[in-house]
């Protein structure tokens, strides 16, 4: 069977768009965003919010940011979506390090940590966590120093797997990679979707190697917005904000005011936000429950969008031979783990920020699937 070029996210997702099924490829949430949020933008809509926002980003929203992390507005720069701003700080760092550099990601790895070295030729080493995605720290720090890393992609909790990292865990990250001299790219975009225990970032150890990337679009159902933020050292202000200008330039000017409109009521944010974390984490328990029931396995999560399984023993093809055979057969879009690791052939990703009506047809489909 011949594997499409490009994300396979979107190969799947597409399949979607163009003959219809039930899309559980890409991370969409399908939920409404908060009723206070439509409010706002409508009534920004109104108003003379139509050109474009200062590059660095609306100055309300730019404090509210500041703000819930504890840094001035200095060490915030918005961008469109968490996409650009790990496509921001890649470019940036790569201008730092030179045409040599070397990236690690923790694997299984979201798309952007390692396919952005492929497009810039740069070369990637892939960290491989134990059973269950135990991370060793020790092993980790002597890769970072014998692969001589540049830049260490983080993420917690992690796409596609959905662990987070203790506080002990990250602080033993920022240490290694300080001994390394390495840069940290800490993807934050998933940190208000856990299931139970907040998640830490380290926006209190921010430093000259230390980038945070974080997104309003998962927490509040707005991918379609594409506004996210980057926190950043204050050394790193003005060469980050010359790459922006020609890169991203800036995001939606009506899209940032209508956040601050709605993120200065800090008490509705945070009711939509228990809201959807209490969802996600009965939609987790519901697939993954049905999917060990028709063999899978499943290694402990902690929150994301995301449902990350392996495939039963007893099935020999591959995650992309069934993720095809499943959309041909059943209309279910799912994406092959392969694409976040080669060592993932057998696992497939599937989204779970979905409407419970819709999570159901999808799990009836997938068991009658895997049934026959």
Not at 119 to 135: S, T
Not at 218 to 225: H, M, N, V
Request: hydrophobic letters at 40%; a negative charge.
């Amino acid at each position: 069977m011949e594997k499409p070029q490009g994300s396979y996210i979107g190969h799947f997702s597409n399949l979607v768009k163009a003959h219809g099924g039930l899309n559980l490829a890409q991370g969409i949430p399908g939920h409404r965003p908060p009723a206070e949020l439509l409010d706002a933008l409508a009534q920004v809509l109104r108003t003379d919010a139509h050109q474009y926002a200062p590059g660095q980003g609306d100055a309300q929203l730019l404090r509210l940011v500041a703000q819930r992390y504890g840094l001035g507005p200095g060490n915030v720069l918005m961008v469109q979506g968490g996409t650009e701003g790990l496509s921001l700080l890649y470019t940036y760092i790569a201008q730092l390090l030179g045409p040599d550099m070397a990236v690690m990601g923790i694997e299984p790895a979201y798309e952007s940590h390692s396919h952005l070295p492929c497009i810039f030729g740069h070369r990637y080493v892939p960290f491989a966590p134990g059973p269950d995605g135990f991370l060793d720290m020790h092993r980790l720090a002597d890769e970072l120093r014998r692969e001589r890393i540049g830049l260490l992609f983080v993420a917690s909790p992690g796409n596609p797997h959905g662990r987070a990292l203790s506080r002990q865990q990250v602080l033993q990250l920022l240490e290694a990679a300080q001994q390394a001299d390495a840069y940290i790219v800490f993807d934050a975009v998933y940190h208000d979707l856990y299931f139970h225990q907040p998640v830490y970032v380290p926006a209190d150890r921010l430093g000259e190697r230390l980038f945070i990337v974080g997104s309003f679009s998962k927490s509040l159902c707005i991918t379609g917005w594409r506004v996210g933020y980057v926190l950043h050292h204050a050394h790193h202000a003005a060469g980050l904000r010359s790459v922006h200008d020609y890169v991203g330039l800036c995001a939606s000017a009506p899209m940032q005011r209508a956040l601050a409109l709605y993120l200065s009521d800090g008490g509705q944010a945070e009711r939509y936000a228990a809201d959807l974390r209490a969802r996600l984490a009965a939609a987790y328990g519901d697939l993954s429950a049905h999917l060990r029931g028709l063999g899978f396995g499943m290694p402990p999560t902690d929150g994301g969008c995301f449902v990350w399984a392996e495939l039963p023993a007893r099935i020999a093809a591959d995650g992309f031979e069934v993720a095809s055979a499943l959309y041909q057969q059943q209309r279910v879009a799912v994406v092959p783990g392969e694409h976040f690791g080669s060592r993932y052939a057998r696992w497939l990703r599937l989204n779970i920020a979905r409407p419970d009506d819709e999570l159901r047809e999808a799990a009836q489909r997938i068991g009658l699937f895997f049934g026959e």
